[in-house]
């Protein structure tokens, strides 16, 4: 029995090596990506002055200091589109004016409103891409290039098909974050409950602060940015394990308390019991999620 906890532990112990693994590379890819947007920007915008560095501390913290200069490029590379965009209507306009063509005059309207829809479309993409740490470039770009990247020099793309592909980019975007919502709500549930089952700190419990906050929030009330961003539920995921695993621990240690309470009791009145069979039930009960073992347990203890 003895060699099959150790063996449970040690295969614990493993995976969460595994996934503290793909953390860490997942952090670092992270890292490398958002160093390559920015100096795409750089590159592109010829801010050669604008300069960046990783700052210090852990990858998390590093990221973190990234993230908020790769934000301010992304606005200021937004802003400088719609400011292009519309410089070039306002001169399709003015162009249409001096030829004296209403039916210009129209047409130049018509594609100023299709461009604020556009706008309105890339604008919802660019929020749910913050809340859910999404590539809001690449989003865009699989509707038509010419929405992320203005030098290659194309016009701002207009059309049905580029309306339909972002209408579809938001409808799924929303899918995702309502699916992802739904997740981080479960966890964080069970995640409480872990909490007051094993009487957690508040200093413990306030680490995730940020996913309790959004416990009863709607979809359309998840302010943080990257609030719902896969690592951020990996995180509640893996903690919820450990806890689990921790609960588990308890429980044995308990269970078994009892047992060696109620063998006493047994050997007391000189009755014979097989102690091995019953520690091996009574596991089987906590690992299959049998959570009324303890009842069950101290029912007996109390005969």
């Not at 660019?126 to 509707?143: G, K, W």
């Amino acid at each position: 029995m003895f060699l099959e906890l150790e063996q449970e532990c040690l295969d614990i112990y493993c995976r969460k090596v595994e996934k503290t693994r793909k953390y860490k590379a997942d952090l670092l890819q992270s890292l490398a990506e958002a160093e390559a947007e920015i100096a795409n920007f750089i590159s592109a915008s010829g801010e050669q002055h604008t300069s960046f560095s990783r700052g210090k501390g852990t990858l998390k913290q590093q990221i973190s200091a990234i993230k908020f200069i790769l934000e301010d490029l992304r606005s200021k590379k937004e802003q400088r589109i719609k400011e292009f965009s519309e410089t070039q209507f306002q001169i399709v306009r003015i162009c249409a004016e001096i030829a004296g063509n209403e039916q210009s005059i129209k047409s130049a309207d018509l594609q100023i409103l299709r461009l604020q829809k556009v706008n309105h479309h890339i604008n919802t993409i660019h929020e749910l891409s913050l809340v859910m740490s999404f590539d809001f470039f690449e989003t865009v770009n699989d509707a038509h290039p010419s929405l992320s990247d203005p030098t290659i020099g194309q016009s701002k793309s207009i059309s049905n098909y580029t309306l339909a592909r972002l209408t579809g980019a938001i409808r799924s975007l929303k899918q995702e974050k309502q699916q992802r919502l739904q997740k981080l709500q479960d966890l964080t549930s069970t995640l409480m409950i872990l909490w007051n089952l094993l009487e957690a700190s508040v200093d413990e419990q306030q680490k995730f602060a940020h996913v309790t906050s959004l416990i009863s929030s709607s979809i359309d009330e998840v302010p943080v940015q990257g609030g719902l961003a896969l690592d951020v539920i990996e995180q509640v995921e893996l903690e919820v394990e450990r806890l689990n695993i921790l609960k588990a621990s308890k429980m044995k240690e308990l269970v078994f308390k009892r047992q060696n309470e109620l063998e006493e009791v047994y050997r007391g009145v000189h009755m014979d019991i097989d102690s091995d069979v019953a520690r091996e039930i009574l596991i089987g009960l906590i690992e299959s999620g049998f959570y009324h073992v303890l009842e069950f347990t101290k029912s007996y203890c109390m005969v």
